[in-house]
């Protein structure tokens, strides 16, 4: 994660705490209270309230808090389709790749798995089994294409 946008929104919050720390202890030590006694679906919902009180009254709001997670999310995403790539690398000479009836190709190899039309200039991806998405095709998108084929093509035998 970035550490610019913690930093930022501790920054520009760090003034509501220190005015409003008395409050923020109270909630927090209701919390733990709740949390103790109560034992049912109706905790979580308490929870949920005081926190969102806590959050109302502080002055943080609901837009600063996405912002985060939305930074958090990106970085995450960036940070699994770089991993793909550098994946798609080193795996490029290992891939096996496969001609579908549909018009349609599939390449595998033990950590990704590609799949699109043959004329087309997007591929779905897989990294481990988790589905990222649709992909434009990249240099190294091919490369990793290209690679599987070339491979599926040695591997074929000739015919007399």
Known sequence: ???????????????????NWLYIVIGLVLLLVILKIVRTLVKWLI????????????GISFEQVGKVVTQAKDDAINKVQSE??????KEGKNAK?????DGTFTV?????E???PFEGDKVKVWFQ?????E??????????????????????????
């Open 84 to 89: 793909a790539l550098n994946m798609m690398i």
């Open 1 to 19: 994660m970035d550490k610019n946008v913690w930093s930022e929104f501790l920054e520009h919050n760090w003034q509501i705490v220190q005015d």
């Open 114 to 116: 590609v799949k699109g």
């Open 129 to 133: 089994g988790m589905s990222l998405g």
């Open 97 to 101: 790749y496969t001609s579908n009836g």
């Open 135 to 160: 992909w434009s095709m990249s240099d190294t998108v091919k490369k990793y294409i290209e690679s599987a084929k070339d491979l599926a093509a040695v591997q074929q035998p000739q015919s007399p």
């Open 47 to 58: 929870v949920i309230v005081v926190i969102a009180g806590l959050l109302v009254y502080s």
């Open 108 to 112: 595998t190899s033990s950590n990704l």
